[in-house]
């Protein structure tokens, strides 16, 4: 999602910039459609792409809420609105949602819409949540290169192999990268920068605790570039903004090392640590699951009750690494990592849902077994 404000593509990002407009997700198959979302009538629009393969879309943590509104009692507040779509069907399939909570404990769904291109709606049922309805419309975007950023790295360990442009719908550079070091990379921190201010960030990792890049070893990377979309009779038109650079902020080590930003390294290594706790609880859920209570919705509800409040224990850890911090700025990523594991168990557990009546009466059991040696092999890495 674009906008004239600060643009943001993270993976887990809420620590540094709770409180930005937008956050979003990049697109690996971008079609030359895209959804406009009007958020704010005294904002301008954001233009999103529309994915081919798979539901895309990011959050908008800033919103008007309608005049007077009073959560409910016992509720957490809505804290984002999330836009999700999807090419699909002979339209744009946009699903709309709310987060509950500051680290997002809750997510509610708000509706699904069907659009086409041209067509434009109003989420009136966003007035349910108190929050001011957006208005959808699909638009079409006119494919463009990217042009090639200075490259810069904060981090000794992670050099330049090469770089070059993309043509597409979202102008995007493809660089090379190489680890010089002699550990292996966990994560690198990606900021974008357009005429020396930071626009758009994020952190590529390794998957599941798993590494980036070995020592000496080279990774590829795709870097979305800052642009302004330009409403045009028909399509929008794509515009890469001038005097940009590409910087490594940091690059955090298997060992628990880093070189650069320091405030990355806190963000990735409380989601380590996030990430490890609610393991070691859904592993120990798993492992107590009883063929009497061997059912997809109980066990649903048990890793929806699995709480987000960080350990003392782990926010100590994280306090002896970075001493100095304040203690919210060191619990706020550690509850996010473990926000992320529980959102993907809940994930996989709806999908087995759908698609396990069609798997026979095992699939059940086969989930369990796959799933308790995925998330093992997991928490051994971390």
Do not use: C
């Not at 224990?313 to 619990?331: A, C, H, M, N, Y």
Request: aromatic residues 8%.
């Amino acid at each position: 999602m674009i906008n004239a404000g600060l643009r943001i593509v993270v993976s887990l990002s809420l620590v540094l910039f709770a409180s930005a407009s937008i956050f979003s997700q990049t697109t690996d198959s971008p079609t030359q459609l895209a959804v406009e979302v009007q958020y704010d009538r005294d904002r301008p629009p954001t233009v999103d792409p529309v994915d081919g393969n798979s539901k895309h879309g990011g959050w908008f943590a800033r919103f008007p809420r309608t005049a007077g509104w009073v959560d409910p009692p016992n509720s957490l507040p809505v804290t984002a609105v999330n836009v999700d779509s999807l090419q699909a069907e002979d339209g744009v399939r946009v699903w709309v949602s709310v987060y509950l909570g500051k680290v997002h404990e809750e997510e509610k769904q708000i509706g699904s819409y069907l659009l086409h291109e041209g067509e434009t709606m109003t989420v009136k049922e966003l007035a349910s949540v108190g929050v001011v309805p957006f208005k959808l419309k699909v638009v079409r975007l006119a494919p463009v290169a990217g042009t090639v950023p200075e490259f810069q790295s904060k981090a000794p360990s992670i050099e330049l192999v090469s770089i070059e442009p993309n043509f597409s719908t979202m102008p995007t550079v493809r660089m090379v990268l190489r680890n010089v070091s002699a550990k292996p990379v966990h994560a690198v921190e990606v900021v974008v920068f357009q005429a020396g201010r930071p626009d758009f960030l994020s952190m590529p990792a390794g998957k599941e605790g798993d590494a980036l890049v070995s020592s000496g070893g080279t990774f590829e990377l795709k870097v979305n570039l800052i642009t302004r979309y330009v409403a045009g009779a028909n399509e929008y038109s794509v515009q890469t903004m001038p005097n940009q650079s590409v910087q490594i902020a940091s690059a955090m080590f298997s060992d628990g090392s880093y070189e650069g930003d320091t405030e990355y390294a806190i963000s990735f290594f409380g989601y380590q640590k996030g990430h490890k706790t609610q393991l070691e609880r859904v592993i120990n859920l798993l492992e107590n699951v009883t063929s009497g209570d061997a059912d997809v919705a109980s066990l649903k509800q048990k890793i929806s009750a699995l709480n987000l409040e960080a350990e003392p224990s782990d926010v100590e850890k994280l306090q002896r690494q970075f001493s100095g911090r304040p203690i919210e700025r060191l619990k706020v990523p550690i509850q996010v990592g473990m926000r992320r594991v529980r959102e993907d168990t809940l994930k996989s557990l709806t999908e087995l849902e759908i698609h396990g009546r069609y798997s026979g009466p095992n699939a059940f059991n086969t989930w369990l077994t796959t799933t308790k040696q995925q998330y093992k092999a997991w928490l051994a890495r971390l």
